[in-house]
């Protein structure tokens, strides 16, 4: 069983709003999730965790616009970003790690394969 993949990238106007979902095998039910971008040429980037019990962390550019959640029933994490700008063009990437402890890419034990996020202006 895949322990995570996720969904809902696409293209969007700046300004606009796209929800990506994470959804995770009973191996990671109890792990912090995180979500992490790529964009050409940079280097991986943390974004947003949530923890087991639901509490949050959010990378400074993107507070206020995106909001991380856990349906624990659903077996799924998900990232609503909002006011979406050109920046945050990337592929999208969760990940599960026991604990929320950084952002380093290393700490993280389990890896979805990506969901490609693109706003155009």
């Known amino acids: 069983q895949v322990p995570l993949v996720e969904s809902g990238g696409g293209s969007v106007q700046a300004g606009g709003s796209l929800r990506l979902s994470c959804a995770y095998g009973k191996t990671v039910s109890t792990y912090c999730v995180a979500w992490f971008r790529q964009a050409p040429g940079k280097e991986r980037e943390g974004v947003a965790t949530?923890?087991?019990?639901?509490?949050?962390g959010y990378t400074d550019s993107v507070k206020g616009r995106f909001t991380i959640s856990r349906d624990n029933p659903e077996n799924t994490v998900y990232l609503q970003m909002n006011s979406l700008i050109t920046e945050d063009t990337a592929m999208y990437y969760c990940a599960a790690a026991r604990f929320c402890r950084n952002w380093l890419p290393d700490s993280y034990d389990y890896w979805g394969q990506g969901t490609q996020v693109t706003v155009y202006s």
């Open positions: 949530i923890g087991s019990r639901a509490g949050t």
